[in-house]
């Protein structure tokens, strides 16, 4: 590997390689395609990463078309993989770009007509500026589908293929996934020359979530007393960054409120929240200035905290592969963690399903209040302890210390949309919503418009037009009350034989 890619490496500490790089990064340096199979927060990014920096600085060049390209599923994603190939990038002078939907498209197009080596998006954002000229495709060599389970979750196979079509048939192509479904495998089929499958784990496989790493608890509760439950369970011993994990976008904001009545540093990130605002509490709960994120599985898809130390099933999965990635937050490279999940009364035969596919030791959870002794107990919870947080432990600053970057948002907030979709699972639209860009207004008024007068009649800001053009009503003219005189009604002519023939108003 390069020298320099592997000194920036170093200087952060990162010397040992996880199972999935040393399995595919012989073969990706080789210039070979790639099936990488491994659960997230194995090391993927670097193993797809750092070869594509060392293409990069092999050919080196003042081109100002991307040579490199990695698409993954959602934005968070994208700001992180970025984030990852700049700090092992940092020496080499590589120039990576980063472009995802709800932000605003000129900072983007500018990156793209300053030269940019690799380029980190979003399919969506991809294609619109590959449609709108911004982007040329024309010289990549190499093309890594990140996350490909979770981008035909959301519907983004064909948008996959699309791209994967707009690109030199002379290629390398890197395909990861932490699942392989029927679909995935179809794609590599038609897209990927002669690929080699590497794996690492067995996160498809039932049974094999890492148990040994994530210590996972299910309790019978009852919805009124989740609230005083999560309080008790955020106040364990040992407790660090936590992601509690909700059903809705609506239930976000309730739970995030909820815990911030009760003095936690909270906050919710989901789909109606504008993209400044989402990278804002991710910001804020990466750097500590709040402990606990609430989120919907869309939301989450890709991110990477390292120091999640509890994640809470606020409401029961869908499933057990939903189950497996939201639990998946937590013992990352390595580390230990603990799983809570709730399940309401209604969700019992849910989660047997689920325990089952999973050969989880829970299938009949036990009933469970926020005064039971074996709550306290299993999550180490000190004896006595309440739902609302003393005000001497209110250390954290809160997502108020945390600044609102300016980046355009293209999207709308929950004030704007109304009541409109609350289903927190479907991501694809809030990728998907920057191509539609803003729509006008559909309450407006036609008004018809004759002669000279409606030509230069001024329109109010509703769009109707100030004079009234319709009535033909000579300006400034007024009868004895000061009020304008009713307009005169427009006579009809007959005709017939094309003789014109008397009216009403002419019969005497």
Not at 476 to 487: F, W
Request: charged fraction near 30%.
């Amino acid at each position: 590997m390069n020298t320099e890619i592997a000194d920036a490496l170093e200087a952060e500490g990162i010397v040992e390689p996880f199972p999935i790089q040393t399995l595919g990064l012989p073969l990706a340096l080789a210039g070979s395609d790639i099936i990488g199979q491994a659960r997230t927060g194995t090391g993927k990014t670097f193993a797809f990463g750092l070869p594509l920096l060392q293409r990069v600085q092999a050919a080196p060049g003042s081109a100002k078309r991307p040579r490199t390209l990695v698409v993954v599923p959602t934005r968070e994603l994208a700001i992180q993989v970025a984030a990852d190939l700049t700090t092992a990038g940092k020496r080499t002078g590589a120039r990576i770009l980063t472009v995802y939907g709800g932000r605003a498209y000129e900072p983007q197009i500018d990156g793209l007509k300053n030269g940019v080596d690799i380029v980190v998006g979003t399919p969506g954002r991809l294609l619109d500026l590959e449609n709108q000229k911004h982007l040329s495709l024309q010289d990549v060599s190499a093309v890594v589908l990140d996350e490909a389970d979770k981008m035909l979750d959301l519907g983004f196979l064909p948008d996959i293929e699309r791209i994967l079509t707009k690109i030199p048939d002379e290629r390398q192509v890197m395909l990861f996934s932490a699942t392989m479904p029927s679909e995935i495998v179809s794609l590599s089929r038609n897209y990927l020359r002669r690929p080699t499958h590497v794996r690492a784990g067995d996160d498809d496989e039932p049974g094999q979530t890492r148990i040994s790493d994530i210590a996972q608890h299910a309790f019978r509760t009852h919805p009124m007393d989740k609230p005083e439950m999560l309080g008790r369970l955020l106040q364990a011993e040992g407790r660090g960054l936590t992601m509690v994990f909700c059903q809705t976008k609506r239930a976000c904001d309730k739970v995030a409120g909820e815990l911030k009545d009760r003095g936690f540093a909270a906050a919710a990130v989901h789909g109606d929240l504008g993209q400044s605002q989402r990278e804002r509490a991710l910001r804020a709960f990466r750097g500590g200035k709040i402990d606990v994120l609430v989120a919907t599985d869309v939301a989450a898809r890709g991110l990477d905290v390292d120091d999640v130390t509890h994640v809470v099933n606020y409401e029961c999965p869908e499933d057990e592969k939903t189950y497996t990635h939201r639990i998946g937050r937590t013992g990352r490279a390595g580390r230990s963690g603990t799983a809570v999940t709730f399940i309401d009364w209604q969700e019992i035969a849910r989660w047997k399903l689920i325990n089952t596919a999973l050969g989880l030791p829970h299938p009949d959870p036990e009933e469970t209040y926020s005064t039971s002794q074996h709550f306290f107990e299993e999550l180490q919870i000190p004896a006595g302890t309440k739902g609302r947080l003393a005000a001497d432990r209110r250390e954290r600053a809160g997502l108020e210390a945390e600044e609102i970057e300016d980046i355009g948002d293209t999207g709308r907030s929950r004030t704007e949309r109304g009541a409109k979709s609350d289903r927190g699972g479907r991501g694809a639209q809030s990728e998907r919503g920057d191509r539609r860009g803003r729509g006008r207004s559909r309450n407006r008024r036609r008004t018809r418009r004759s002669g000279s007068e409606s030509d230069t009649g001024e329109r109010t800001s509703s769009g109707r037009q100030s004079s009234d053009a319709g009535s033909a009503k000579p300006e400034g003219k007024q009868d004895a009350s000061g009020e304008s005189p009713a307009p005169r009604r427009r006579r009809r002519r007959r005709t017939r034989n094309g003789v014109e023939q008397p009216g009403k108003d002419d019969q005497g």
